[in-house]
């Protein structure tokens, strides 16, 4: 019994001292450190103590590098002066295997001519309500090119397609990957031996083609211009607002939108890719 007083206090004793801090790290910065957004940065760093509150939505604490959220597909920067907005996916189907939650549906892609199945997606989805973020798709691939994201603000009105990312939603340019988790993207580039695809470096080597001289940005403002350019459009206002405000009416009267249009053109190309797979697993039967 004594043991757990003891353990109450020394608890409580933390609390206090955490409290007791929180007053002399305001007088230190002045309460700068609540309105200004320099200082808010301190907040978020080692050198803040005490306790204090974040104004969510207002405010956000930076994520750490490690932090995983879903999936995105990494592409070649915009700027790239081989490769730009290329995928580096090669459609191996290792991630969709070790999916434990079996939320990654890929459809290789095929030459328009021959037929014959080529290194990259025709269309690739994954439905964000079932994937669980572990992470083992990131974990698997050999070539780098699904990595986890540290955007957490998913919440939609929408109950039918807005969680299902397909390939354009998915895409984001290599640059950001590095501006997320520098660390890693240092590391995975070492040992690659370069800031290019795995199969690029690999294919140079053979021919004694000497890498390009290319760097990705650094630039978070430039990478997210990058990232709107290879967005899908918005949609309009009145279909992005909550389903709770938007009377049947108004739904009626303003007709089939730009949205549905994407929505039923990503069903669209699911339907045809299982059809596709159906009559594929029929024929080997
Ligand atoms: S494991 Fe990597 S390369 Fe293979 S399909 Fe998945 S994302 Fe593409
Ligand atoms: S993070 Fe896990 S659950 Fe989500 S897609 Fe990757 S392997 Fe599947």
């Given at each position: 019994m004594?043991?757990?007083g003891q353990g109450i206090l020394r608890g409580l004793t933390i609390t206090l001292r955490h409290l007791v801090r929180t007053y002399f790290n305001d007088m230190r910065y002045m309460g700068k450190k609540y309105f200004n957004q320099s200082e808010f940065e301190l907040r978020q760093g080692m050198k803040t103590e005490g306790i204090y509150t974040v104004q969510y939505p207002e405010e956000k604490i930076a994520v750490p590098e490690r932090f995983r959220f879903t999936p995105f597909l990494v592409v070649e920067d915009a700027d790239h002066p081989e490769r730009p907005g290329e995928d580096w996916c090669t459609s191996c189907g290792i991630c969709a295997k070790v999916c434990p939650p079996q939320c990654i549906w890929i459809v290789r892609g095929e030459d328009p001519?021959?037929?014959?199945?080529?290194?990259?997606p025709q269309a690739f989805y994954i439905d964000i309500d079932i994937c669980m973020n572990c992470g083992y798709c990131a974990?698997?691939?050999?070539?780098?090119?699904?990595?986890?994201?540290?955007?957490?603000?998913?919440?939609?009105?929408?109950?039918?397609?807005?969680?299902?990312h397909d390939k354009e939603k998915l895409s984001k340019p290599f640059s950001y990957w590095l501006n997320i988790a520098p660390t890693t993207a240092n590391e995975e580039a070492e040992a690659r031996g370069s800031w290019?695809?795995?199969?690029?470096?690999?294919?140079?080597k053979k021919a004694g083609v000497p890498s390009v001289a290319y760097t990705p940005t650094t630039d978070?403002?430039?990478?997210?211009q990058m990232i709107r350019a290879t967005m899908p459009e918005p949609a309009p206002a009145a279909e992005a607002a909550p389903t709770a405000e938007r009377s049947a009416a108004a739904v009626a009267?303003?007709?089939?939108?730009?949205?549905?249009?994407?929505?039923?053109?990503?069903?669209?190309?699911?339907?045809?890719?299982?059809?596709?797979?159906?009559?594929?697993?029929?024929?080997?039967?």
């Open positions: 004594t043991m757990y001519v021959t037929k014959r199945p080529i290194p990259e974990e698997f691939c050999p070539f780098d090119a699904i990595k986890m994201d540290h955007d957490y603000e998913m919440a939609s009105y929408d109950r039918t397609t807005a969680h299902i290019e695809h795995s199969d690029t470096v690999k294919s140079k978070p403002s430039q990478v997210m009267q303003a007709g089939p939108s730009a949205e549905d249009a994407l929505k039923a053109e990503r069903l669209r190309k699911r339907q045809e890719a299982l059809a596709r797979k159906l009559s594929k697993e029929a024929g080997s039967q």
